[in-house]
């Protein structure tokens, strides 16, 4: 489809989903991420074949928070390989309150990359890989995306470090189990900095773009993944990408995705599209309230999701 | 692809696959299915074009035990739409050993239509929707796959029902809850009956291809289900299909399915074809060993999948 | 302390507790429990020496529910010994919602024969070796506090069957595991029974007053239990007598005892005396409101405890 | 009873209780601990009359462990009085894995104060009401056994320090829900140095004779608790002094006490005595195998306890 098509599809959209200002709530779990103005909602479709469709605030930047888990998990499945499910299963969680539970009785190996304890595995994996972690982050994001201007929001991850207790529970209770190797607080201060990345939704969806493209990233050729690798982070993506509620948004939208409290969502049609909505107030799961309903638009106006 | 294609493919993996014999294990939770001969593998292709192939013991009947969860499902899904989501949930449940917590955490409402629980109140439900639940089933998967031979195979329903102390224990459990309506004895026994349905895998191939065809029949042009429902399905069973070797199935085979731990599984790709295997050695996660060996070697050889 | 003495401190704690009435409230999960008059309170207190302190509704029966356990625990004790411990448990339970958990995990041994999953196994135990199981309860009760007048109330018995769901959960439950042998019915109808069983305040504290003499009926002499037997069965009273409120409940008024939702609480000071009160509005916790204010007044103003 | 009398139960409980070397297992989780001497086994015995009773190795000092838990905790309520029960609750935890899950449902509310995370609460509150905390431990411990030379072994808390990823786990969680106060690494260095306490079953047994003296140390007549806080401190020893093994140790021995991963057990029998035994070898509760043996026998022998 061209990106007239999708402009127009987006535009329609867009409409539709102003109305739901207010029935969600902007995450107020740390300082900095409340004092965003909720009034705010974009949506950017890129394509494979080129072109940018893109409405609302699709230009503002916004704290990406958990969509970065997909962007670590990346870095090192291709480093690593298979070795990586020694240290962290693929299964859904299914329940945000067992998962320290599923700790103790899994030994220490967390469900799945995309939840907070899987994701800090990754992060303290990525750290042995590479020398100076946070810059090689960065410099991995602002490749896939093509805009060197992405940063760190020092003052989220300021404000993540200080209100950080949950997360150095569950490091230091895996870190028990020795499945994380590095001193905690490096771990925790580099954690905080990949959930403070700030980006907009044109430069999610083209860092999602190479997942689309089977691996391949279409602006340079580069490929990131195999084939196959690129198939497998889209499968977990689509059975754990959604904490709870990823059943429910394999129902209702029918793509994989990821999610960040920052009230960002990124998601693909495999060899079509890529496509990033944001909208700050959150449901009750803690996923943009109008990013779902706006992609769940998408896939029924498009007429295709991988199911 | 061509019949013929697929034929080769499937020959192909047939002879990678027999060497697997003898690293499963026969279900023996009810004697019924311990007595099957574990020695015994087939498989078979439907393509919405037209056309079946297969190969080895494709048109031996088994037990197709939980597979039929779709049925029943797809049944009660088509006549009550939305509303059996007030009965039950469309999540992962994460845990075998859970699903009783989470029942009482989530007063009543299984996580999804496919663990036991969730089968129960589907069944349940079907029971007020059909006079006659039984001659009901049976007359909607003869329709679905044009055989009216398919049977119940009345020693496994009568050897489920001996054994059927968990399944009794969950079904007064979610009553006291209210979400059961039927005597949990007249319950069991309809239930014992869906699970124990005869059918090979030349059958149950054919009567996923309404799936795979967006809810209608290709056989008689029937509608089953919306294109809506039928996507959406789809989504449950990718994401709760395969107990928790879910996300598993996802990540290796990549293809909306269910299991059943007659070795059973049938899956499909949208808007192609139905793919059915079956061989009565299990994993430790109660899916055939070889069952997935096959999908994971299909999907590969095919180059398709959902991601 | 004489009986005039105990007469004087359950009169004053009468009317300190009175104003306690509306506090609580009745145990409404049956029906038949649901009608008692919620203002009624009786207190009754036996002394080893001999004598009866009795002040309220102390002569009004009710319904003894969970305080049978004791019953028939002691009954498969004193015949069982110690074998007994491999079908059930002695440690606290922790958690409500977790009893089915700990089922699970613990491979169908419930944790003490005071949760419903324990007396369950205690009560199939004892079906097994008296022939007539609720004659021989009655008797056993009837000889206790020598009052051939007890019964059981039908009514009861039958409201508790009617709403037994919860119950045959995890009889069912438990017989997956092999530790129930019994027909599920047959030993819910036995179990509901024991429940229903109708006693007063002061048949209460005889039937326990065996208990405090360590294992001898002191009004006929008879041993019900060894020495040993009595001191261990009075252990299991002060930590698992109360359900979750049992550290409370040693906390606060440091007897051994059990309660039952009918609001009757019977407990004992070892060598000395028993006492049995009854209040039918419940605290959260399922214990009765009044009767535990009425104990603790009771031990603090005779300054006796086992701590 | 006479000191000779003790002093001869104990010699013949000190023999019957040396075949059990062997049986069970030095503490591992810490190499201080593991290097522990396992053939050493002691026992002593302090009535409130006057004189000690002692065998074997008892006047070898060992770590303390968890029963500075004890220590700490009457520090806390001889000051704060009932506002602890705000922080901390007095029941059962039930289930050593479910510490965490019983945190999270329970809001950062510890079960009582015997489980680490309880004991982690208690001493973030001793440490707002002591200055300098590690001295007014070390003061307090003295002055109930009236020994100086009470120290901290720092090899041992050095150790425990190396070691503490689940403990930091438990206290970061807890601060999550605002139940801990204090800096995280400062709680957990007092608290490893509260374990790492070297005292001998002489010193031990002296330090608990102010519970069974009903709060006044008998020593010099000073009153730590008063005696309804002594008679309810003993309350929740009898209930959760022991782990999982808490009504196994009221079962078998019946007296209110504390264990320690050291090997230490103190227990006391109210107005009478109390009691020290020290054996390194644990069973898999973690509770010391002689001890709980020689404690067994011991209430057996002089035919007392609380029940």
């Known amino acids: ?6 402009q127009q599809v987006i535009g329609r959209i867009y409409n539709e989903i102003l109305p739901f200002h207010g029935k969600g709530k902007v995450a107020d779990y740390i300082p900095a991420l409340a004092e965003v103005n909720p009034m705010q909602f974009g949506i950017a479709v890129e394509s494979l074949g080129g072109g940018t469709a893109m409405r609302g605030d699709a230009a503002t930047c916004f704290s990406i928070q958990s969509i970065s888990k997909v962007f670590t998990f990346a870095m090192v499945m291709s480093r690593v390989g298979e070795d990586i499910w020694k240290a962290v299963g693929r299964e859904p969680s299914g ?24 994701a800090l595995v990754v992060t303290d994996r990525l750290m042995e890989l590479y020398p100076r972690p946070k810059e090689a982050i960065l410099d991995f994001v602002r490749s896939l995306c093509g805009n060197d201007d992405i940063y760190y929001d020092h003052q989220v991850a300021q404000s993540e470090r200080d209100h950080a207790d949950r ?6 209770f895996i870190k028990s189990f020795g499945n994380i190797h590095n001193e905690v607080d490096a771990l925790i201060d580099v954690y905080c900095h990949q959930c403070a990345i700030s980006m907009n939704c044109v430069d999610l969806a083209r860092s999602f773009l190479f997942l689309a493209n089977r691996g391949v990233n279409p602006a340079d050729g580069k490929r990131i993944l195999t084939m196959s690798q690129a198939k497998r982070l889209g499968a977990i993506m689509a059975t754990c990408g959604f904490y709870d509620e990823s059943g429910d948004f394999a129902f209702r939208v029918g793509l994989p995705g990821k999610s960040g409290v920052g009230g960002g969502i990124v998601a693909y049609l495999p060899e079509k599209l890529s496509v990033a909505v944001w909208g ?11 990013g779902i309903e706006a992609l769940e638009r998408f896939t029924t106006d498009i007429s295709s999701s991988i199911f």
Do not use: C, D, W
């Open 167 to 172: 997360n150095m529970a569950l490091a230091h």
């Open 1 to 6: 489809m061209s990106t007239e098509y999708y």
């Open 95 to 118: 329940n945000p309150f067992n998962s320290l539970v599923q700790l103790e009785h899994e030994k220490g190996i967390p469900r799945n990359p995309f939840i907070n304890a899987g």
């Open 280 to 290: 700050p107030e959150l449901n009750a799961y803690g996923n943009s309230l109008m």
